[in-house]
């Protein structure tokens, strides 16, 4: 089974992008976040639609 909520660096790592840019699209809402006892984890559905988001903005 693949996994639902991934850390921030494993999120930032499946979009080929740094930490802290990561950090800036939590922040700014582009890309949904949780939190879990102080622990922050990025549905894997909140990168698909990050990702669908810019391919429609792309078109």
């Given amino acids: 089974m693949p996994k639902l909520l ?3 660096p494993e999120a ?3 979009l080929a992008i ?3 840019k ?3 699209l939590l922040a700014s809402g582009a ?3 949780i939190r879990i006892d102080g622990s922050r984890r990025v549905p ?3 990168l ?3 990702i669908n ?4 903005e792309a078109a």
Avoid at 53 to 56: A, E, G, I, S, Y
């Fill in 48 to 50: 698909t639609d990050y």
């Fill in 6 to 8: 991934l850390t921030v």
């Fill in 31 to 33: 890309v949904r976040s």
């Fill in 22 to 24: 990561l950090y800036e």
């Fill in 18 to 20: 740094s930490r802290s």
């Fill in 53 to 56: 988001t810019l391919m429609k």
């Fill in 12 to 14: 930032a790592q499946a």
């Fill in 44 to 46: 894997f559905d909140a």
